[in-house]
């Protein structure tokens, strides 16, 4: 997992076996809770969605998102990296507590794709046009978003608690999201945002925003 600043990450993961990450209300809270805790001070978070066994975020990174600190030995790592991996295993150990279980809790790499640049080529990184890079950006908002909708869980997106598609919307006033930096990469206003979300999206662009 590497960071390069002002670029937009896709950044999931998923339970270990396909398992739960998520059993009850106090979850969801308690994990979005270390979110803004724990990434927020580390990047703009742009969307997210967490589901009952995966979740989504959509960040940019920013400076201290790519700083480099110490990690094991004299190894360095991408403060945003730590912190991830922080953040999961603790989350990992509190879920343990609540269950009464031990292992693992999340597949052992969390993903993150960049959907700002091409794949790594020669040793450099070739940029997609800006039309092609606004219309992954858009793409990977709205399918983050519709996640609860297609796995069946509610009927529109808006009933689900657990994700951004709400405070875009205007029925919560989560301050979690950079709103105005989304609404500038995807080029939405408010009247506009909410019809383009249930527009269906081009497999395409969604295999290029998943590993």
């Known amino acids: 997992m590497r960071f390069i600043e002002n670029e937009i990450y896709h950044v999931y993961n998923r339970g270990n076996n396909h398992q739960p990450i998520f059993f009850n209300d106090d979850n969801y809270l308690h994990f979005i809770n270390k979110i803004r805790k724990e990434w927020k001070p580390l990047c703009e978070i742009l969307a997210w969605c967490l589901m009952p066994n995966h979740f989504h975020f959509m960040i940019s990174a920013t400076e201290s998102s790519c700083k480099e600190i110490p990690a094991y030995g004299s190894k360095l790592i991408q403060s945003l990296a730590r912190k991830i991996g922080l953040t999961l295993s603790s989350y990992s150990h509190y879920i343990n507590h609540q269950n009464s279980t031990s292992g693992s809790?999340?597949?052992?790499?969390?993903?993150?794709?960049?959907?700002?640049?091409?794949?790594?080529?020669?040793?450099?990184?070739?940029?997609?046009?800006?039309?092609?890079?606004?219309?992954?950006?858009?793409?990977?908002?709205?399918?983050?978003?519709?996640?609860?909708?297609?796995?069946?869980?509610?009927?529109?997106?808006?009933?689900?608690?657990?994700?951004?598609?709400?405070?875009?919307?205007?029925?919560?006033?989560?301050?979690?999201?950079n709103k105005k930096l989304m609404l500038q990469l995807t080029g939405y206003d408010d009247t506009t945002f909410y019809n383009d979300s249930y527009n269906i999206l081009d497999d395409d662009m969604i295999n290029g925003i998943l590993e």
Not at 117 to 142: D, P, V, W
Not at 154 to 169: A, G
Request: positive net charge.
């Open 105 to 177: 809790l999340f597949q052992q790499k969390t993903k993150a794709k960049c959907i700002s640049l091409q794949e790594q080529k020669s040793g450099g990184f070739l940029n997609h046009s800006l039309l092609n890079t606004t219309a992954y950006i858009t793409t990977c908002m709205h399918y983050i978003h519709q996640n609860p909708m297609k796995a069946g869980l509610v009927k529109k997106m808006e009933d689900w608690n657990y994700s951004s598609f709400r405070d875009y919307t205007g029925l919560r006033n989560g301050t979690l999201c």
